[in-house]
């Protein structure tokens, strides 16, 4: 909640992950019932945004020069930004 209130963002982008083939995981189901109480508990708008390779971009993105153990920590923090890229490059 803290966050919310220092930023107050309009809307929430949620990846959604999807098996190889576009079909429903139990991730996929998992991130939707995340969005759904966001969304509750918020009340704002929440996008569910297709993840679909962001870690492979995430992982082309990482500096080789960190060591295995940095880019452990910062690899979800860089997908989060791939996945928020797509949904805005997707508005215009």
């Known amino acids: ?7 107050e963002p309009r809307r929430f982008v949620v990846g959604w992950p999807r098996g190889l083939e576009g ?8 991130a939707e019932e995340f969005a759904s109480t966001l969304e509750a508990r918020y009340g704002l708008k929440v996008s569910l ?3 679909a390779l962001s870690s492979e971009e995430a992982q082309r993105r990482l500096d ?3 060591t295995v153990r940095k880019q452990r920590e910062v690899i979800d923090a860089i997908a989060a930004q791939v996945i928020l890229e797509d949904y805005l490059r997707e508005q215009h």
Do not use: S
Request: proline letters at 5%; glycine letters at 4%; aromatic letters at 4%.
């Open 23 to 30: 079909q429903h995981t139990q991730q996929t189901h998992a």
């Open 49 to 51: 945004q297709d993840e």
């Open 64 to 66: 080789p020069k960190l």
């Open 1 to 7: 909640g803290h966050l919310v209130r220092q930023y």
